[in-house]
Each structure stands twice: as C-alpha cells, then as structure tokens.
C-alpha cells in the first residue's frame, strides 16, 4: 500500500514538472559551449538560464503581453515563441537581447499591436517572421530603417502597406492573405531589394497572392533602389486586367505569376520590357481572346501556362518570338482549333498540352515533323471521333509509344480511355465535353474500342504486331492472376459455406444490379 502511494505521488510529481514551466537543454555544441534551448507552458518569464542559450523555442506558451521582463538575458540567435497566443509587443521588449539575434519568430500568435522602434537594436535580422498574426496598422517607426533578409507579414488584416515596408531592405518580402485591395504608383517607392551575397538562394522576391486586388497602376513595381525582383506573385487576387507597361521595370524578373484572377483583357504591351522572363503563368483566369503580340518581346521565356482559360482560338502568329519556350499549357480551354502552323515558331517546345478543349482534329504529322523536341503530347477529353483518335494514335505509339495521360475514360467508348465518339457528330459551337460524354455514353457497347479499329495498312502493321504482342503477354499476366484470385476466392468461399453451413444468396444478383446502376447514372 505504502509502495504504491509512493509511486502514485512520483507519478503526480513527474506530470506536474511535465505540464508546468520547464526548459530543456537540447544538443549543445562543445565548440562554442552554447545549447538550444526548448520551453513549454511558460507564462511570465523564461528561466536565468538563457544567457547561454544560442537558440530558444518556446511551445504552447501563453504571453499575452511580451515585455522587457519576459527574457532576462538572450545572446543566442535564434529567439522562437510561436503559437503562444502575444497579442502586444511593448516598448524595449528586447532590452535584454543581444544584437546577434538573426531569427525573430512570432508566427501564429494575435499581435495588433507592436511599439515603435522595438527592433532597432537588430541590424542583422536574417529571418522577421509576423505570419498569421492580427496586424492591419502599426505606427510609423515600428519597421522603418530595418534590414531584414526574409520578411514574412502573410495572413494579417493589412489593407495599408505603408508603415509596414517604409524605409526597409528586404531580400524576400511576404504580404500573401492579406486585405490589399490595389498596387498603387508609389507603393513600393521607399522599399528597397537587397542581396547579401550573389550566392543566397532567395532574393528580390515579393509575394502578394492571396490578397483582394483590383488593379495594378502601370509602373507600381518601382523600388526605392531602382533594383527590380526575380519572383513575383499575385495569385489568387481579383485582377481583370493587364494594362501596357504594367511590370515595365522589372528587367530582371524570371517568374511572373498572375494565376486564379480574373483577367480577361491583355494589351500588346502588357509584358513589355520583360526580357528575362522564364515562367509566365495566367492559368485560371477568363482570357478569351489575345491581342496580337502580346508574348512577342518575351524572347527567354520557357514555360507559358494559359490553363482554364476561355481561348477559342489562337491567332497563328501569336507564339511568334518565344524562341526558347518548352512548355506550353492550354488544357481547358474552348478551342475548336489548333493549327500546327501556330506552334511553327517553338522550335524547343517539349510539352504541349491541349487537353479539355473542343478539339475535333489534330494534325499530328505536321506537328512531329516541326517540333522534333516535342516528347509530351497531352490530347484527352476533346471531341475526337474513334476513327480519328485510332489515326492518331498510331502517330504517337511510332513516335513515343502511345498516349500521354493517365486514361480515365473506360466508360464510354475509348481508346486507352480517351473517349471518342463512334460516328462523326454533328456539333454545335457551344456543346461542353460534359454533354459530349452524355451523348456518347449513350452507345451501349462500353469497351476500349482498339482492336475493332487496327486494320493493318502497310505501314502501321509492325506497330500492330508490337501492339499485339504487349496485349497478348497482357493477357497472360491478366488471365495467371484472375486464376489466382479465383483459387483463392472459391477456397475462402468453400472455407466460409462449410464453416457457417449456409450460403449467402444474392451475391450475383447483388453486383448484377450495381452494374445496372452505373449504366443509369451514365445516361
Ligand atoms: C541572470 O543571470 C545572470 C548571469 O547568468 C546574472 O548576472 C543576473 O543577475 C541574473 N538575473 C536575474 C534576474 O536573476
Ligand atoms: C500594450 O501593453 C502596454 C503595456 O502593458 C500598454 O501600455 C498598451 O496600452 C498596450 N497596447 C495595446 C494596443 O494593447
Ligand atoms: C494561425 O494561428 C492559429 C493559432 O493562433 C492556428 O490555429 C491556425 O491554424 C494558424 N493558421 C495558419 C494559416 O497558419
Ligand atoms: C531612418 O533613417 C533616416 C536617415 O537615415 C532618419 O532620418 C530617420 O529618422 C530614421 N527613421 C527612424 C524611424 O529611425
Ligand atoms: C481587420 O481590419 C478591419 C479594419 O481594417 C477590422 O474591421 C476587422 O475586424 C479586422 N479583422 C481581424 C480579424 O482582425
Ligand atoms: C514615394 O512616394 C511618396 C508619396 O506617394 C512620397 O512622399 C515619397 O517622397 C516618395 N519617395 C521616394 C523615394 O520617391
Ligand atoms: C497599348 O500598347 C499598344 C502598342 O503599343 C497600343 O497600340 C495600345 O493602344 C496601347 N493601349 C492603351 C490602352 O494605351
Ligand atoms: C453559343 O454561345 C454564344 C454565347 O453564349 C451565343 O452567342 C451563340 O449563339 C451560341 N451558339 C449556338 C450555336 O448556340
């Protein structure tokens, strides 16, 4: 009895040291004799013991208020209260740290309020992290003359930048999930890029997706160093359009990313002056149309994404200039025509992806035999006629051995489950690959149509008899392992009858009638 009331009251010592204010030294490094240190559930005050400390984290902490008193002496560099619900930085918060601080983080905590000035003292910030925070305005003072490397604002209530990038050198410069609602002339003017050394992987990037912008004034992008970025994102905003000259000093940006907005409208010169971008994204947006030339001067870029768009048709000569592209993605899309003659200029293009569209031919001969780079062909879920897909598909199995996407479409007739209709169509403009299916499903032989198609022309014989021969090695491996499954089903079933001594009715009746389901649901 007396044994066990010691246990239970070492047990109840143990949790309460556990659960109640503790700091753990973790790996110490003997060069320096400095360790990290891990804290839980602290509420007022770290312990005296984080003057050694080259680094403190701090789990489930609870400091509504971080004050002067919180940390009594800090030399390390890495300083982490994360998630540790800090709703108001005051002034001299950081009197008793040292200046060799590179990381702050305050990631998910409530801070709306921070005192000016609190990080003066730190003039070599690697890391200022403030992300999902309930910043929407600090004082003037608060960030002004900082350097900082990376600078992570994203998931605030910030409408009005000002205060917050005034006056500072970023390397990398986050204000993605915000409430910005425009990019206005001199936004930016005071904001500085910098790079600490040409070999750090991250510089001159700037993200603001996620935001609730409108517009963007031409010539925005203009930093308070005349430098320019390398990355910039505005996904997932509410712009609708491009205006000339929009991004025209950013003669050094690569990355230009503009998807999930509401673009419809593009002018000649909207991504003008440009010349060393390699990634231009604009998919998910509502370009219907494309002005002549729009991606003319864009001589360097390699990857074009105008994915989930509203294209019908592209002009013949709008790919013209983008001599070193090799990626170009147009699936959904409503294109009902695609010359090859429209590619003609892509001399590096390696992947084409035309799938979703309203595609009733493609004329692949003239593609392969001008795009010699071209390893990917994506064509699915357009409105191809069997005999046609047949023809293509001998094409593309010569070339690269068959289809490029996963088949999907076993349900309808298909090849390789790339749905085609059976008899030519008469169709209308508007018809969607959605009413495409509809019709066709309603052909009510539902097998991969291949084989009833081959008929061996000179030519094609040998990729038949290859063809056939993987179908028929298939075939063996099919038929080997659904003997195997048989065996083991009929000596489970054998097993389970003779145990219970009684069958279980309806077992084919059961699936026979799923089946009959699915064919309902398809018409
Ligand atoms: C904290 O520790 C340092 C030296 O380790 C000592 O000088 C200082 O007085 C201590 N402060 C408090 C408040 O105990
Ligand atoms: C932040 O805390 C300081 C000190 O407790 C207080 O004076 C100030 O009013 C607080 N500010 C806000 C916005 O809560
Ligand atoms: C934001 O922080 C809260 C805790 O304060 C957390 O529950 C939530 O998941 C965080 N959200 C993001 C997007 O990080
Ligand atoms: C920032 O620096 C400028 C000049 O270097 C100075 O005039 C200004 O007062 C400083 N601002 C703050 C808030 O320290
Ligand atoms: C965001 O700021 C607006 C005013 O700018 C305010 O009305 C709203 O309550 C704030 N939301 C949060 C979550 O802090
Ligand atoms: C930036 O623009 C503001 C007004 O919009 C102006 O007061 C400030 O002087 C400009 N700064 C520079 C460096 O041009
Ligand atoms: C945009 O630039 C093109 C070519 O320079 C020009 O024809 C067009 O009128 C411009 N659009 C506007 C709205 O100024
Ligand atoms: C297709 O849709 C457009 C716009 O909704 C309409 O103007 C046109 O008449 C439609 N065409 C047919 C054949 O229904």
Not at 18 to 38: D, H, W
Not at 218 to 223: A, L, T
Not at 320 to 342: C, Y
């Amino acid at each position: 009895m007396n044994k066990l009331l010691t246990t239970f009251l070492i047990c109840l010592c143990l949790c309460t040291i556990i659960k109640g204010q503790v700091c753990e030294k973790g790996r110490q490094s003997y060069l320096f004799k400095t360790f990290v240190m891990s804290c839980k559930n602290i509420r007022d005050q770290f312990p005296n013991t984080t003057s050694v400390a080259s680094s403190i984290s701090c789990e489930n902490c609870d400091i509504p208020t971080f004050t002067e008193d919180v940390v009594v002496t800090f030399n390390g560099g890495i300083f982490d209260v994360s998630n540790s619900h800090i709703k108001n930085i005051t002034e001299n918060a950081f009197k008793n740290f040292g200046n060799a601080v590179q990381k702050l983080i305050f990631a998910n905590n409530q801070i709306s309020y921070i005192a000016p000035h609190v990080f003066d003292k730190f003039n070599n910030l690697e890391d200022l992290n403030l992300h999902n925070n309930s910043l929407s305005n600090v004082l003037p003072g608060v960030f002004e003359n900082l350097t900082i490397g990376v600078f992570d604002l994203s998931n605030n209530n910030i409408s009005d930048v000002t205060n917050f990038i005034r006056k500072i050198k970023v390397r990398k410069l986050d204000l993605s999930n915000n409430k910005l609602t425009q990019i206005s002339i001199n936004m930016f003017n005071d904001t500085s890029f910098w790079v600490a050394s040409p070999y750090r992987a991250i510089f001159h990037e700037l993200n603001i997706g996620n935001n609730q912008i409108e517009s963007i004034q031409p010539g925005s992008f203009k930093f308070g160093d005349g430098n320019s970025l390398r990355v910039l994102y505005l996904q997932n905003n509410k712009i609708t359009v491009i205006l000339n000259n929009t991004f025209s000093l950013q003669n050094e940006l690569k990355n230009l990313i503009l998807n999930s907005n509401q673009i419809n409208s593009l002018e000649t010169d909207s991504f003008n002056n440009l010349p060393k971008l390699i990634m231009l994204d604009l998919a998910k947006n509502k370009l219907a149309t494309l002005p002549f030339g729009v991606f003319s001067k864009l001589g360097n870029l390699e990857t074009l994404n105008l994915e989930s768009n509203q294209l019908s048709k592209l002009d013949p000569s709008l790919f013209s200039g983008l001599v070193r592209l090799n990626r170009l993605h147009l699936a959904h899309n409503k294109l009902t025509q695609f010359s090859p003659t429209t590619i003609f200029p892509l001399g590096k293009l390696t992947y084409l992806d035309v799938s979703d569209n309203r595609l009733r031919e493609l004329d692949l001969k003239a593609i392969y035999s001008h795009q010699t780079r071209l390893s990917t062909l994506i064509i699915n879920d357009n409105f191809w006629s069997c005999s046609k897909l047949v023809a293509m598909y001998k094409v593309m199995n010569a070339k690269w051995g068959g289809f490029h996407d996963p088949a999907k479409h076993f349900d309808v007739p298909n090849l390789h489950g790339i749905a085609c209709s059976r008899v030519e169509l008469d169709y209308d403009e508007n018809l969607t690959f959605a009413e495409f299916m509809n019709i066709i499903s309603q052909d009510r032989v539902f097998e991969d149509i291949y084989d009833s198609r081959i008929n061996g022309d000179a030519e094609t014989t040998q990729v038949s008899l290859d063809h056939l021969y993987i179908q028929i090695t298939g075939m063996f491996w099919m038929f080997l392992s659904i003997t195997i499954m048989c065996t083991v089903f009929f000596v489970h079933f054998v097993i389970v009858t003779v145990k219970s001594n009684k069958i279980i009715a309806n077992k084919l009746n059961f699936s026979y009638s799923r089946a009959q389901d699915e064919n309902v649901q398809l018409m």
